[in-house]
Structures are given as structure tokens and as C-alpha cells.
């Protein structure tokens, strides 16, 4: 015979009277801790699916490749504009590489510094001192920033472990429309920046650091940039404050063939880290880059090349001394050879000069020195290179 709901309402009571109460406490902290525990893994899926790129993508990566070289160099640059820490191995995810081993985990341009009150970031452009700035991890909360060729100044410790991170959120214009967020590392490491850049201090100029989020291409530069050089380009290929792109290959043959040409001129060669880029390889072809659309290393990441890299006055600061080339070189020697291909290119790119080759990621792993390089040759590019 059913119950009615009353009778079962009572009966259910009463049966549940008859559990001990050790017991039902414990049932109910076992459903607290699995409610939780859902809880954290959504959110952590969310965490680490936010900057996953659609399945659809996935299906065009190619399946046969050439291997072309071999990584010689890794460089990751955790102040943006700053100097480079030059590593071993590094782990690639989709914004950026990030160091592995003991200390903080410093990651590609994690850091920027800005001015306050104009709400813009500070380059080296402006400030040709601050390609001096190293950052290193003492430890796995103690971040230092120090002037890699003066040992005699200070160096200025940060503590992560102390950052407040729900404190001063800034808004930042980088390039033209691109906002980006950052946290305000405060007035100690103000006072640093602003004495070793102005000799004096500057409440204005701040230390910003990283608040993972995802940077859009819609109604900045970078959207006329997948107008024209297509629609693979998307807001996951952009790094935390780099320009464009998360990465950037840099094939030492190409620069070995542009310093051939300055030798001929009477100018001084330039280092491969005039150009600032991540990944260093070595070919036997320069600028054989330009033909290539998907870029495997070792046997796990696989990059997607973006665009050229097009070239601005940047590259004419010597990153070893600061000192900026009074004949704009070598830019001007790559501006007789390099500029961009056809009149629409041209005038997106305003006549810049093209050398490196900007990617995004679609799969990570870690890269280390000596790893293989292959290359995927889309149809739609020229493949006489790897016949």
C-alpha cells in the first residue's frame, strides 16, 4: 500500500532520528567536502579552458613534417621592454613562455611599467635604460630586479608572497585601442624604476604586474592585422603584454645574412637579441621563415605562424649597453631589402622592415635547447624552399 506524503514525511523523520548522530554529522560533512570539491574543479576547468582555442582549429593542424633545424636559444622576457633571461628549457603555454625549475615562476612579459596618470606603458623607446633592467627569481616568492651591466646599483627585491593582488588595478593603453589590466606592485618598486630612469623620484611611473586575462583583437591594431593576413589570428595567439603575438621565432641564418650587409656598409654587426625574439633557431636557409605556417618543436608544441614581424626603432638599441645607433641601424639596412610584400602590406605596416616570425600556440609542452624544429608548408605559401 503507498504512503500518503504526510505519513512517508513522518516515517522518513523518523527513521533518520534513528541515526546516530556522529553518523549523520559525518554524511553531511562528506556532502559538504563533495559539493566543494565540484565546485573547485569547475572552477578550475574554467580557469584552464579560458584561453583553449576552438576544437575546429585543432583539425587543421597538418600531420606530415620536415624537420628544418634545431633550437639554439630560449629567452624569455619578463619585464616587457626590460633585458632577457636566457634559460635552458621553458614550459610554452598559450600566453607565453614560462621558466621551469626552483623559484618563482617567471613568466613572458609579466611585468610592465606604466605611467599612472597618463594610463599609458613605458617603453625602452622612450626610456632607452630600461633594456638594462634584469629580473631574476631568488626563491619562490622573492622576485629581483637589478641593472644587468652595473653591479654597483641597488637591486630592488619584490615579495609575491606579500603582492596584493585585490589591491590598485590599473588600465593601461599599449598600442592605440589595446587596454590591458595590471596590478600596481607599489611604492617601493615606484621609487626604483623612477631613480634608475630619471634620477629622481616619480610617484607617477608604476610597476605593473599580470592579471591574466584575455587580451581581444576587436577595434584594436591587431584586428586589421587578421584582415589581412587571415582569420587564424585570434585573441588566444596574443600574449600578457607582449605586442601582438605570445611568440616570436628568430632564425639566426637571417641574421648571420643582415650583418653580412652591414659588414659592407662599415657598420657594426648586431646581436640576434637586437630583436628580441623568444625562440632562436638555427637553419640553413635565412629567411626562410616567411614560408612557414605551422612550426612543430620536439615532439609536442605546435606553433602557427601569425605574421612577419615588422620592425621598428627598438631594434636599434643595443641591449648589452642601452646605447641607442645614431644611423638607425640596423633598421635602415633592413628597410633597403625587407619591406613588407605588396601595397596593401605596405601601407598596413607602414613601410616596416620584416624579420622574425610571429606565431601562436596550439599545443604546449617544454622546449629545450637542441630540440628539433619542423615545419608544415600551407598550399597557399610558397614550398620550393623545402623540395
Same mark, same amino acid.
Given at each position: 500500500?503507498?504512503? %500518503?506524503?504526510?505519513?512517508?514525511?513522518?516515517?522518513?523523520?523518523?527513521?533518520?532520528? @534513528?541515526?546516530?548522530?556522529?553518523?549523520?554529522?559525518?554524511?553531511?560533512?562528506?556532502?559538504?567536502?563533495?559539493?566543494?570539491?565540484?565546485?573547485?574543479?569547475?572552477?578550475?576547468?574554467?580557469?584552464?579552458?579560458?584561453?583553449?582555442?576552438?576544437?575546429?582549429?585543432?583539425?587543421?593542424?597538418?600531420?606530415?613534417?620536415?624537420?628544418?633545424?634545431?633550437?639554439? +636559444?630560449?629567452?624569455?622576457?619578463?619585464?616587457?621592454?626590460?633585458?632577457?633571461?636566457?634559460? #635552458?628549457?621553458?614550459?610554452?603555454?598559450?600566453?607565453?613562455? %614560462?621558466?621551469?625549475?626552483?623559484?618563482?615562476?617567471? %613568466?613572458?612579459?609579466?611585468?610592465?611599467?606604466?605611467?599612472?596618470?597618463?594610463?599609458?606603458?613605458?617603453?625602452?623607446?622612450?626610456? $632607452?635604460r630600461l633594456v638594462l633592467v634584469k629580473v631574476t627569481a631568488l626563491d619562490k616568492d622573492l622576485i629581483q630586479f637589478s641593472v644587468h651591466?652595473?653591479?654597483?646599483?641597488?637591486?630592488?627585491?619584490?615579495? &609575491?608572497?606579500?603582492?596584493?593582488?585585490?589591491?590598485?588595478?590599473?588600465t593601461i593603453r599599449m598600442y592605440e585601442k589595446d587596454l590591458v589590466h595590471a596590478f600596481d606592485c607599489g611604492d617601493a618598486a615606484s621609487?626604483?624604476?623612477? *631613480?634608475?630612469?630619471?634620477?629622481? #623620484?616619480?610617484?607617477?611611473?608604476?610597476?605593473?604586474?599580470?592579471?591574466?586575462?584575455?587580451?581581444?583583437?576587436?577595434?584594436?591594431?591587431?584586428?586589421?592585422?587578421?584582415?589581412?593576413?587571415?582569420?587564424?589570428?585570434?585573441? +588566444?595567439? &596574443?600574449?600578457?603584454?607582449?605586442?601582438?603575438?605570445?611568440?616570436?621565432?628568430?632564425?639566426?641564418?637571417?641574421?648571420?645574412? !643582415? $650583418? +653580412?650587409?652591414? /659588414?659592407?656598409?662599415? @657598420?657594426?654587426?648586431?646581436?640576434?637579441?637586437?630583436?628580441?625574439? $623568444?625562440?632562436? !633557431?638555427?637553419?640553413? /636557409?635565412?629567411? #626562410?621563415?616567411?614560408?612557414?605556417?605551422?612550426?612543430?618543436?620536439?615532439?609536442?608544441?605546435?606553433?602557427?605562424? &601569425?605574421?612577419?614581424?615588422?620592425?621598428?626603432? &627598438?631594434?636599434?638599441?643595443?641591449? #648589452?649597453?642601452?646605447?641607442? $645607433?645614431?644611423?638607425?641601424?640596423?633598421?635602415?639596412? !633592413?628597410?633597403?631589402?625587407?619591406?613588407?610584400?605588396? @601595397?596593401?602590406?605596405?601601407?598596413? +605596416?607602414?613601410?616596416?622592415?620584416? !624579420?622574425?616570425?610571429?606565431?601562436?600556440?596550439?599545443? *604546449?609542452?617544454?622546449?629545450?635547447?637542441?630540440?628539433p624544429v619542423y615545419v608544415a608548408v600551407s598550399e597557399k605559401l610558397n614550398a620550393k624552399v623545402y623540395e
Amino acid at each position: 500500500m503507498l504512503q %500518503s506524503p504526510v505519513i512517508f514525511g513522518v516515517s522518513l523523520r523518523h527513521s533518520l532520528s @534513528e541515526i546516530p548522530k556522529v553518523v549523520r554529522t559525518a554524511a553531511l560533512i562528506v556532502i559538504a567536502s563533495g559539493c566543494c570539491s565540484y565546485c573547485v574543479f569547475w572552477i578550475f576547468k574554467r580557469r584552464s579552458d579560458r584561453y583553449k582555442r576552438p576544437s575546429a582549429s585543432y583539425r587543421k593542424i597538418p600531420t606530415v613534417w620536415k624537420q628544418v633545424g634545431y633550437v639554439t +636559444e630560449i629567452n624569455i622576457y619578463p619585464l616587457k621592454s626590460g633585458y632577457y633571461l636566457s634559460v #635552458e628549457k621553458a614550459f610554452c603555454d598559450f600566453k607565453g613562455l %614560462s621558466r621551469i625549475g626552483q623559484g618563482y615562476p617567471l %613568466s613572458d612579459r609579466c611585468f610592465l611599467l606604466f605611467n599612472r596618470s597618463k594610463g599609458t606603458y613605458i617603453s625602452n623607446i622612450a626610456h $632607452n635604460r630600461l633594456v638594462l633592467v634584469k629580473v631574476t627569481a631568488l626563491d619562490k616568492d622573492l622576485i629581483q630586479f637589478s641593472v644587468h651591466n652595473d653591479d654597483t646599483y641597488t637591486p630592488f627585491v619584490l615579495n &609575491m608572497a606579500d603582492f596584493n593582488r585585490s589591491g590598485s588595478v590599473h588600465t593601461i593603453r599599449m598600442y592605440e585601442k589595446d587596454l590591458v589590466h595590471a596590478f600596481d606592485c607599489g611604492d617601493a618598486a615606484s621609487e626604483w624604476f623612477s *631613480r634608475f630612469l630619471l634620477g629622481k #623620484e616619480d610617484p607617477d611611473i608604476r610597476l605593473g604586474y599580470d592579471c591574466d586575462e584575455q587580451r581581444k583583437l576587436n577595434g584594436t591594431i591587431y584586428e586589421r592585422y587578421r584582415h589581412h593576413y587571415g582569420d587564424h589570428i585570434t585573441n +588566444e595567439d &596574443m600574449g600578457k603584454y607582449a605586442y601582438l603575438a605570445s611568440y616570436m621565432l628568430m632564425n639566426e641564418a637571417s641574421v648571420k645574412d !643582415l $650583418n +653580412e650587409r652591414l /659588414q659592407l656598409k662599415g @657598420e657594426t654587426e648586431v646581436s640576434i637579441h637586437n630583436f628580441r625574439g $623568444n625562440i632562436i !633557431l638555427s637553419t640553413d /636557409q635565412a629567411y #626562410e621563415e616567411d614560408n612557414w605556417d605551422w612550426v612543430r618543436l620536439n615532439e609536442d608544441i605546435i606553433l602557427r605562424g &601569425m605574421k612577419p614581424c615588422t620592425r621598428c626603432t &627598438m631594434t636599434c638599441l643595443d641591449p #648589452e649597453t642601452g646605447q641607442k $645607433n645614431l644611423r638607425t641601424e640596423p633598421l635602415k639596412t !633592413l628597410r633597403s631589402y625587407r619591406g613588407p610584400i605588396g @601595397e596593401k602590406a605596405r601601407a598596413l +605596416e607602414k613601410g616596416s622592415p620584416r !624579420l622574425g616570425l610571429y606565431c601562436g600556440l596550439y599545443s *604546449r609542452g617544454t622546449v629545450q635547447k637542441g630540440d628539433p624544429v619542423y615545419v608544415a608548408v600551407s598550399e597557399k605559401l610558397n614550398a620550393k624552399v623545402y623540395e
